[in-house]
């Protein structure tokens, strides 16, 4: 990568899942494209050394990477914004350590796309689980009493039933480029000047919701968020978030989300919908 210009500022926040992030940043490095990026890679584990161990043991030695090590969890959004004040480049990419990138042209076809399209904020690619299934990295703008009802029998409930499927964007066509309300920060890119704008993810969020508040922010902006399959990237396809409404009483990871989901809704519940608002917006000009 001699002699190009640094374009991208890429961000993996790693929890328990060393081995992983080390295919991660490996398949990083694998790529073939006509700039620099630089990569942070943070441990966030904290109760557990030989993660930030074997980090360094595989990782340092490359190019335009620094590992950090954290000396406590201090969560999702926190621990991505470790590196503000010291992103370069146009773009600022926050990626889960499961991810994996097998296409050597994938960095490439997003920043192309981005440069081409100035309007666009955040962009994420279509994501594969290990077990090929497309995982749904769409969302709509969330509801609390939807978020509550998919994890409960509610979620079949005639009244509620096309309400939860929509929520999840069961009726989306993963395979077109197209807006979207809000998309996971699993494997999102973000135009640095919005980022900057917003002062990178939201803090108020410990785990959850920074990045439906960072797509919310984008819109209100008048930004787009595209969710963009022509760049396939691969998943686990383990959520963290994952379980029912019982899990609440001994998953602190489940109650982090419950207490990012409310915050998210006191935050919002009156400000009318961005994205509606951005497309009328552009109707009356």
Same mark, same amino acid.
């Given at each position: 990568?001699?002699?190009?210009?640094?374009?991208?500022?890429?961000?993996?926040?790693?929890?328990?899942?060393?081995?992983?992030?080390?295919?991660?940043?490996?398949?990083?490095?694998?790529?073939?494209?006509?700039?620099?990026?630089?990569?942070?890679? *943070?441990?966030?584990?904290?109760?557990?050394?030989?993660?930030?161990?074997?980090?360094?043991?595989? %990782?340092?030695?490359?190019?335009?990477?620094?590992?950090?090590?954290?000396?406590?969890?201090?969560?999702?959004?926190?621990?991505?914004?470790?590196?503000?004040?010291?992103?370069?480049?146009?773009?600022?990419?926050?990626?889960?350590?499961?991810?994996?990138?097998?296409?050597?042209?994938?960095?490439?076809?997003?920043?192309?796309?981005?440069?081409?399209?100035?309007?666009?904020?955040?962009?994420?690619?279509?994501? *594969?689980?290990?077990?090929?299934?497309?995982?749904?990295?769409?969302?709509?703008?969330?509801?609390?009493?939807?978020?509550?009802?998919?994890?409960?029998?509610?979620?079949?409930?005639?009244?509620?039933?096309?309400?939860?499927?929509?929520?999840?964007?069961?009726?989306?066509?993963?395979?077109?480029?197209?807006?979207?309300?809000?998309?996971?920060?699993?494997?999102?890119?973000?135009?640095?000047?919005?980022?900057?704008?917003?002062?990178? %993810?939201?803090?108020?969020?410990?785990?959850?919701?920074?990045?439906?508040?960072?797509?919310?922010?984008?819109?209100?902006?008048?930004?787009?968020?595209?969710?963009?399959?022509?760049?396939?990237?691969?998943?686990?396809?383990?959520?963290?978030?994952?379980?029912?409404?019982?899990?609440?009483?001994?998953?602190?990871?489940?109650?982090?989300?419950?207490?990012?989901?409310?915050?998210?809704?006191?935050?919002?519940?009156?400000?009318?919908?961005?994205?509606?608002?951005?497309?009328?917006?552009?109707?009356?000009?």
């Amino acid at each position: 990568m001699e002699d190009k210009k640094i374009k991208i500022t890429i961000v993996v926040l790693n929890y328990q899942k060393a081995r992983r992030t080390v295919k991660n940043v490996k398949s990083i490095f694998s790529q073939k494209i006509n700039f620099h990026f630089k990569v942070f890679v *943070i441990e966030n584990t904290a109760h557990k050394k030989d993660e930030g161990e074997l980090l360094k043991k595989e %990782l340092s030695g490359l190019e335009n990477l620094e590992i950090i090590i954290n000396k406590t969890n201090i969560g999702y959004s926190r621990g991505n914004n470790i590196v503000k004040g010291r992103e370069e480049g146009d773009y600022v990419f926050v990626v889960n350590p499961d991810i994996i990138f097998k296409d050597s042209d994938s960095l490439q076809k997003i920043v192309d796309y981005m440069d081409a399209n100035p309007d666009i904020a955040i962009l994420g690619p279509q994501q *594969i689980n290990d077990d090929g299934g497309i995982t749904m990295s769409v969302r709509a703008f969330p509801k609390f009493y939807l978020q509550v009802a998919r994890r409960t029998f509610l979620r079949n409930l005639p009244i509620l039933k096309e309400k939860v499927a929509y929520d999840e964007m069961r009726h989306l066509d993963y395979s077109k480029i197209q807006d979207v309300d809000w998309l996971q920060s699993s494997c999102f890119v973000v135009r640095r000047d919005f980022w900057e704008k917003v002062g990178g %993810l939201n803090e108020e969020y410990f785990l959850f919701m920074t990045d439906a508040q960072m797509c919310f922010d984008a819109w209100n902006m008048g930004y787009r968020v595209v969710y963009y399959p022509e760049v396939k990237v691969y998943a686990d396809g383990r959520r963290v978030s994952d379980g029912g409404f019982l899990k609440f009483f001994r998953s602190w990871v489940l109650r982090a989300h419950v207490l990012d989901a409310l915050k998210y809704q006191f935050k919002n519940f009156w400000l009318e919908n961005p994205r509606k608002k951005y497309y009328q917006n552009k109707k009356n000009k």
